[in-house]
């Protein structure tokens, strides 16, 4: 069993920049794609950007390409997700995800995912 530990999150500015970070308990992270999904209210989920278990490929969604970072570090167990220049469509509860059987077809598709934080509000402030 793997829990996820979401912190970072909070409100910010408009053009303001916030780091997420998703530590992992009870499982390496070497073992484990990691990911990052929002849901803003009255919307479905969205996915953010991943990070492939192996070669640590990375995916963004395209709202998030060029302003958003993942990344992660071994030593910590952690996962991390860079925001900047956040506008106020980016507020949203900001999740952390993660999956062992992930492939790079499936890597933005939350049902693909094994296990779950419990979630960061990040309020973007215009």
């Known amino acids: 069993q793997v829990q996820l530990v979401e912190s970072g999150g909070g409100l910010v500015q408009a053009g303001g920049s916030l780091r997420l970070s998703c530590a992992a308990i009870g499982r390496t992270i070497r073992n484990l794609s990691m990911g990052w999904f929002r849901q803003a209210p009255g919307k479905e989920r969205e996915f953010v950007a991943a990070i492939k278990r192996n070669g640590g490929a990375t995916f963004y969604g395209d709202f998030a390409e060029g302003r958003f970072t993942i990344s992660r570090d071994f030593a910590k167990n952690t996962a991390y997700l860079q925001m900047n220049n956040l506008r106020p469509e980016d507020t949203a509860v900001y999740s952390c995800?993660?999956?062992?059987?992930?492939?790079?077809?499936?890597?933005?598709?939350?049902?693909?995912?094994?296990?779950w934080g419990q979630g960061t509000q990040v309020t973007v402030s215009s």
């Open positions: 995800a993660a999956g062992s059987g992930l492939i790079t077809s499936n890597m933005r598709n939350g049902a693909a995912y094994d296990y």
